[in-house]
């Protein structure tokens, strides 16, 4: 049926957020999973409140969304919450083989890579699976470093990120002006979150996509 790329997830230590943060953790996942479709497209579930699963058709966006939701759930914390929410993410890319009424119903390689992958993480909270060994060694290598960029991100640091995995990418100045302060204080944000590092790493996935597994 095609190659298809499923990023399957869970909020981190989701036990411990308060009764009084679901409603709004629950209405921020909910946009972030909207936005990361094309509207109108029914691809995206939630699980039990804490889990969720996205359906790509075009499988090389798969690590700007993860980054995306990523990015979304920690520059979104209460500013009271000390501990920044975020998600563990497991990106699988694959062909599908069954097309359900919904996400949670479809089957195929790269819902059953996604899904073993995400049982498999333990301190990691972004990881890539397909069915190529040498893909995976590199993804496994550059994915590594760039889950360990975006674990040490602050608040202010997320929501500048955030902007840049955006198929529209606003200039800093705009960005600025939505924080309230310098287009200075978002250029030094920008360096800091090593945003330039990042953003390499999602243009190499796509071109891996597209040319190594399609």
């Given at each position: 049926?095609?190659?298809?790329?499923?990023?399957?997830?869970?909020?981190?230590?989701?036990?411990?957020?308060?009764?009084?943060?679901?409603?709004?953790?629950l209405s921020v996942l909910n946009t972030l999973?909207?936005?990361?479709?094309?509207?109108?497209?029914?691809?995206?579930?939630?699980?039990?409140?804490?889990?969720?699963?996205?359906?790509?058709?075009?499988?090389?966006?798969?690590?700007?969304?993860?980054?995306?939701?990523?990015?979304g759930l920690m520059h979104n914390t209460p500013?009271?919450?000390?501990?920044?929410?975020?998600?563990?993410?497991?990106?699988?890319?694959?062909?599908?083989?069954?097309?359900?009424?919904?996400?949670?119903?479809?089957?195929?390689?790269?819902?059953?890579?996604?899904?073993?992958?995400?049982?498999?993480?333990?301190?990691?909270?972004?990881?890539?699976?397909?069915?190529?060994?040498?893909?995976?060694?590199?993804?496994?290598?550059?994915?590594?470093?760039?889950?360990?960029?975006?674990?040490?991100?602050?608040?202010?640091?997320?929501?500048?990120?955030?902007?840049?995995?955006?198929?529209?990418?606003?200039?800093?100045?705009?960005?600025?002006?939505?924080?309230?302060?310098?287009?200075?204080?978002?250029?030094?944000?920008?360096?800091?979150?090593?945003?330039?590092?990042?953003?390499?790493?999602?243009?190499?996935?796509?071109?891996?996509?597209?040319?190594?597994?399609?």
């Amino acid at each position: 049926m095609g190659l298809i790329g499923v990023v399957t997830g869970d909020i981190v230590n989701s036990t411990n957020i308060s009764v009084s943060d679901r409603d709004r953790l629950l209405s921020v996942l909910n946009t972030l999973l909207a936005n990361s479709v094309p509207l109108g497209e029914r691809n995206t579930a939630i699980f039990r409140g804490d889990s969720f699963q996205i359906k790509l058709s075009q499988p090389g966006q798969a690590a700007r969304v993860a980054l995306s939701i990523r990015s979304g759930l920690m520059h979104n914390t209460p500013a009271e919450v000390s501990v920044l929410w975020d998600a563990r993410i497991s990106v699988g890319v694959g062909e599908e083989a069954y097309v359900g009424d919904d996400v949670g119903k479809s089957d195929g390689e790269a819902f059953r890579l996604s899904g073993r992958r995400l049982d498999d993480m333990k301190e990691a909270r972004l990881s890539f699976l397909s069915s190529s060994d040498f893909v995976n060694e590199e993804l496994a290598i550059e994915g590594a470093f760039v889950d360990d960029i975006v674990s040490h991100w602050s608040r202010n640091q997320a929501f500048v990120a955030y902007q840049f995995f955006q198929s529209e990418v606003p200039t800093q100045q705009s960005i600025a002006r939505k924080m309230r302060v310098t287009a200075q204080r978002i250029n030094q944000l920008y360096h800091t979150a090593k945003i330039p590092l990042v953003l390499p790493f999602l243009v190499r996935f796509e071109n891996i996509v597209t040319t190594l597994l399609a």
